[in-house]
Structure formats: C-alpha cells, structure tokens
C-alpha cells in the first residue's frame, strides 16, 4: 500500500517555512524522500531510518516518528530552487529480504514558491 | 561521474507497436530499478535487478512488458504490444549493493523517458 503524502500542494513566498508530511498504515524500516523538477530526474534528499538514523541534505531536515509511521520532511527559509514535487518512497525489508530497496512512493507534494 | 541515463527522452508510438526503453546505471551500481509515473499519480515500482538477475518484477503489469540485463551492466524495457494505459514516465534508478554503506543506499534516478501510447 502506497504512503499517503499531505498536503497535496503547497504556495509559499521565498522565505516562508513549510511542512510535508508521509504516513504509512505499514510498519516501515525507512522513509526516503526526493524531490522532482518538471521534466528531471527525482533528486535524493533524506534516507531516514527506523532507530532515528539519517543521512541527507544540509539545509532540509526531517523526522520518523515511529509509532505513528509518520515522517515529516521541513523546509525552512525557502528558496525559489525548492519548487518542485516532492515524494516520500518507503521501504520495508532489509538486507537479507527479497524486496531490498524497493521503494513505494506516495502520490507526491507540489511545493511552488515565489518571489 | 556520470548520473543513470535513459534513452530516449520521449517517445510517441500507436497502440499494437512496440518500443524499447533503455537504462544505464552509474558504474559500479549492482542494483538497478524500473519504475513508472502515471500521469498525476504516484511512481509505481515495476522491478529490481540485482547485476543480471531479476530479483522483484511483482511490479510489472502483464506479459507485453519485458525487461533485460545482459552482463550486468545497461537494462532495456520493452513493451510489446504497447496499449493506450502504458503511457506515462518511466524511470530507472540505480544504487550500490554494499552492505557497509546499508541502509544508506540511496537510488540515483535518471530523467525518465516519457512514453506515448496513440
């Protein structure tokens, strides 16, 4: 089952704050988030793990909440640079499972800032 | 280093015909993934090779889709037939298989080649 990502879309001006937001009804090992370009690669931005462990972007944290299978991506002091689609992919498994790396994507988040 | 390309960038075919996408990891990445976008909806996993083998295709929709690896090295995807519902963005992704980097083997997508089914 796919993650479910709120809110759908998102308009800030340049410098305002925002949260993304990925829940799962199944338990999780990781959330990785990406963000998209229209008509680019989606770009790697966070691995967070079960146990509190990530790895990622300077200026763009995040959060797993594991009791809740919720993570929560925040971005703050936007920059025009971070419009685009942004998807939660989750992955369950490890290294021994037939579906190591396989990740199911939520429907994504258009996050559109302006000047 | 160069990122995961794909070939081509577009393509418009009609319904019945076939097309072949191709995929090139970055070198060295063991794992390579096929994945889908539907227009609007979310990028659907289609399937996993680990070097040459298929080690998850539960994403693939039906036979008319047919995924290669030869050597380990570039994937191609064929459709064949091609219906009007496999149209979208089809997206490979590529990462390292080593188990000192795990859990930390983040995908590097390439563009995608954007399919139309007429």
């Known amino acids: 089952q796919q993650p479910v990502q709120s809110p759908q879309a998102v308009i800030l001006r340049e410098g305002e704050d925002a949260v993304i937001n990925c829940s799962s009804s199944?338990?999780?090992?990781?959330v990785h988030w990406y963000r998209q370009k229209h008509g680019e690669a989606p770009v790697f931005l966070m691995i967070?793990?079960?146990?509190?462990e990530q790895k990622g972007h300077d200026k763009i944290s995040a959060s797993f909440n594991e009791k809740k299978q919720q993570s929560s991506l925040y971005l703050t002091a936007s920059q025009l640079s971070y419009s685009g689609t942004y998807f939660c992919g989750t992955a369950k498994g490890n290294a021994g499972g037939t579906s190591y790396g396989k990740l199911t994507f939520g429907q994504g988040t258009i996050l559109t800032v302006h000047p | 280093e160069a990122g995961v390309t794909q070939f081509p960038s577009h393509s418009v075919i009609e319904k019945g015909q076939t097309v072949t996408l191709r995929c090139d990891p970055i070198?060295?990445?063991?794992?390579l993934y096929w994945y889908r976008r539907v227009m609007g909806k979310e990028i659907k996993f289609l399937l996993h090779f680990v070097k040459e083998s298929k080690q998850d295709e539960s994403g693939m929709p039906n036979n008319r889709f047919l995924a290669e690896r030869t050597g380990g090295t570039y994937s191609t995807l064929k459709v064949q037939p091609a219906e009007l519902e496999d149209s979208g963005v089809y997206f490979c992704a590529s990462s390292q298989v080593n188990l000192r980097l795990y859990p930390y083997n983040e995908q590097f997508f390439g563009p995608g080649t954007r399919l139309t089914v007429l």
């Open positions: 967070l793990l079960k146990g509190g």
């Open positions: 199944k338990a999780l090992y990781s």
């Open positions: 070198s060295g990445h063991d794992n």
